[in-house]
């Protein structure tokens, strides 16, 4: 993932400002065009493969084919380079059929398909495929159609602790926030993972975490003390507006996109932000700004995804009206990103 800023040079006059405020201060909105401008690689003809991003989604089984396929396809449509699907092997073929772009793994198992003699065995097999590929992920998105049976998600919890020991991003969505929910050690003190909670999944995490309920009065600190409480990690909590925090700062994003609410926005939102976050992070390791490496590349992810699923939104609503579902909002990223951010020529 080599690049830079790829719609203005570098200079420390163009300094990526997210406008955060500290915890007990009003959330201000974030600059998040600038952001999306500033770690949108360029596309440079001397680029191989993969070196705009190389993702992973862990999701899919007899349930859920079309979230993984959300998350997958928009990582693609935004910008990454290669896009792969982890799932169980009754999905795999669905995911296969929507599209040819996507990489899909057949390999996690639902209860119902192991034995209890077979499940040590079965588990350390899952967890070695993964393994084979992990380091070559910029990020995964764990989570979208997952499901919920007891079995897949302890192999799960195997993935998400090898890709912590791997040093890889990971964006928590859908079914990975129930796994880490009740398992939180999986994500704590974990500053390259990202939660993405819809309003019920962040209710869900606001009482298992600090034993209280949902506050509006006081929504950023609550979301502050959150992030702090699970030991820095970045939480967007999705609604009118994302308010993105991790424990130290707290921004939001809130341009308005849709006014439909149809199932599969927070699965291209999570693919997004998986692309944006391995850019950001990427950006931040190569500038030569010392300012910019107080930035949570986290942060800047959620950010410039949030800001691409709305304006994506607002252009499918705009065309499509009441009948706008999530295929037809992922048809315009490429525009939404290009009118940021044009690719040139
Ligand atoms: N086409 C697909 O395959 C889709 C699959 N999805 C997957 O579906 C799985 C479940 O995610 P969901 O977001 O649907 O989660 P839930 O199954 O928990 O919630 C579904 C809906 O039920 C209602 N609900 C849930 N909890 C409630 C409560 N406490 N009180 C009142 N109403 C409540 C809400 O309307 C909520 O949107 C995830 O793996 C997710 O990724 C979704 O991403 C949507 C699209
Ligand atoms: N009331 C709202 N007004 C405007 N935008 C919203 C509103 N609620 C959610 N969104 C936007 O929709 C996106 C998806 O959020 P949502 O809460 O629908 O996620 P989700 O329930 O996880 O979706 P999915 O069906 O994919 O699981 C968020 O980025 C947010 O920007
Ligand atoms: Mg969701």
Same mark, same amino acid.
């Given at each position: 993932?080599?690049?830079?800023a790829?719609?203005?040079?570098?200079?420390?006059?163009?300094?990526?400002?997210?406008?955060?405020?500290?915890?007990?201060?009003?959330?201000?909105?974030?600059?998040?065009?600038?952001?999306?401008?500033?770690?949108?690689?360029?596309?440079?003809?001397?680029?191989?493969?993969?070196?705009?991003?190389?993702?992973?989604?862990?999701?899919?089984?007899?349930e859920?084919?079309?979230?993984?396929?959300?998350?997958?396809?928009?990582?693609?449509?935004?910008?990454?380079?290669?896009?792969?699907?982890?799932c169980?092997?009754?999905?795999?073929?669905?995911?296969?059929?929507?599209?040819?772009?996507?990489?899909v793994?057949?390999?996690l198992?639902e209860?119902?398909?192991?034995?209890?003699?077979?499940?040590?065995?079965?588990?350390?097999?899952?967890?070695?495929?993964?393994?084979?590929?992990?380091?070559?992920?910029?990020?995964?998105v764990v989570?979208?159609?997952?499901?919920?049976?007891?079995?897949?998600?302890?192999?799960?919890?195997?993935?998400?602790?090898?890709?912590r020991?791997?040093?890889?991003?990971?964006? /928590?969505?859908?079914?990975? $926030?129930?796994? &880490?929910?009740?398992? !939180?050690? *999986?994500?704590e003190?974990?500053?390259? #993972?990202?939660?993405?909670?819809?309003?019920?999944?962040?209710?869900?995490?606001?009482q298992?975490?600090?034993?209280?309920?949902?506050?509006?009065?006081?929504?950023?600190?609550?979301?502050?003390?959150?992030?702090?409480?699970?030991?820095?990690?970045?939480?967007?909590r999705?609604?009118?507006?994302?308010?993105?925090?991790?424990?130290?700062?707290?921004?939001?994003?809130?341009?308005?996109?849709?006014?439909?609410r149809?199932?599969g926005?927070?699965?291209?939102l999570?693919?997004?932000?998986?692309?944006?976050?391995?850019w950001?992070?990427?950006?931040?390791?190569?500038?030569?700004?010392?300012?910019?490496?107080? /930035?949570?590349?986290?942060? $800047?992810?959620? &950010?410039?995804g949030? !800001?691409? *699923?709305?304006?994506a939104?607002?252009? #499918?609503?705009?065309k499509?009206?009441?009948?706008?579902?999530t295929?037809?909002?992922?048809?315009?990223?490429?525009?939404?990103?290009?009118?940021?951010?044009?690719?040139?020529h």
């Amino acid at each position: 993932l080599p690049g830079n800023a790829a719609c203005s040079s570098p200079s420390p006059s163009t300094s990526i400002r997210v406008n955060a405020m500290s915890a007990s201060g009003p959330v201000y909105e974030a600059d998040a065009e600038a952001v999306v401008r500033r770690i949108t690689p360029p596309l440079d003809r001397a680029r191989h493969k993969g070196q705009a991003g190389k993702i992973a989604v862990i999701g899919g089984c007899r349930e859920y084919t079309g979230a993984p396929y959300f998350a997958a396809i928009s990582a693609l449509k935004v910008g990454a380079d290669l896009s792969h699907v982890f799932c169980t092997r009754d999905a795999a073929t669905v995911i296969k059929s929507y599209s040819p772009e996507l990489i899909v793994h057949p390999i996690l198992e639902e209860s119902y398909s192991v034995s209890d003699g077979e499940r040590e065995s079965v588990s350390s097999r899952i967890l070695t495929e993964v393994a084979k590929w992990m380091e070559r992920f910029d990020c995964i998105v764990v989570g979208p159609g997952l499901g919920r049976d007891s079995f897949l998600l302890d192999c799960v919890s195997n993935i998400m602790r090898h890709a912590r020991q791997a040093n890889i991003p990971t964006v /928590v969505d859908g079914d990975g $926030l129930f796994l &880490i929910t009740n398992n !939180l050690s *999986l994500v704590e003190g974990n500053l390259l #993972a990202i939660l993405t909670p819809n309003v019920y999944e962040y209710k869900r995490l606001v009482q298992k975490v600090l034993n209280c309920e949902v506050n509006e009065e006081n929504a950023s600190e609550q979301l502050t003390a959150l992030c702090q409480k699970i030991g820095g990690i970045t939480i967007m909590r999705k609604g009118k507006a994302d308010i993105i925090s991790d424990g130290k700062t707290v921004t939001q994003v809130s341009t308005f996109g849709s006014p439909r609410r149809c199932g599969g926005q927070g699965d291209i939102l999570s693919g997004s932000v998986a692309v944006f976050a391995s850019w950001a992070r990427h950006f931040l390791l190569t500038n030569e700004y010392p300012t910019e490496k107080s /930035v949570n590349p986290m942060m $800047l992810g959620c &950010i410039a995804g949030s !800001l691409l *699923l709305r304006k994506a939104a607002s252009h #499918a609503f705009e065309k499509n009206k009441r009948s706008t579902v999530t295929t037809d909002i992922i048809e315009f990223l490429g525009k939404s990103l290009e009118d940021i951010c044009p690719a040139g020529h």
